[in-house]
């Protein structure tokens, strides 16, 4: 059983940066493809990004990519995402989420139903 718990979330005037952390435990960090969602009051959990076991492959979300990173320390158990040039429409919950895989290319792991593992979230507001 895998535990994932994300941390780095807050209030950012847009236009700014932030970055987020997920640190795993009870697993193996690096057989697992990892991914970023979110979720915006009302609306659906939405994918936004995700890196593959090694590190040598990301996939985004199009309304990120360029201003979103993500990447991962396996030595840490740690994925990251690195937020700039944040806008209001950013705002929500972002989950970090564990997919069992040693794929090479992430592309396509979208779904929610997709991936194994959740942490609780942690609350990103972006202020105009």
């Known amino acids: 059983q895998v535990q994932l718990v994300e941390s780095g979330g807050g209030m950012v005037q847009a236009g700014g940066s932030l970055r987020l952390s997920c640190v795993a435990s009870?697993?193996?960090?690096?057989?697992?493809?990892m991914a970023w969602f979110r979720q915006a009051p009302g609306k659906e959990r939405e994918f936004v990004g995700a890196?593959?076991?090694?590190?040598?492959?990301?996939y985004y979300l199009a309304a990120v990519r360029g201003r979103f990173t993500i990447s991962r320390d396996n030595a840490k158990n740690t994925v990251y995402l690195q937020m700039n040039s944040v806008k209001p429409e950013d705002t929500a919950l972002y989950y970090c989420a564990a997919r069992r895989s040693k794929a090479t290319v992430v592309v396509g792991n979208t779904l929610p139903s997709e991936y194994d593992y959740w942490g609780q979230g942690t609350q990103v507001t972006v202020s105009s």
């Open positions: 890196i593959s076991w090694s590190g040598g492959n990301t």
């Open positions: 009870g697993g193996s960090f690096s057989s697992y493809t």
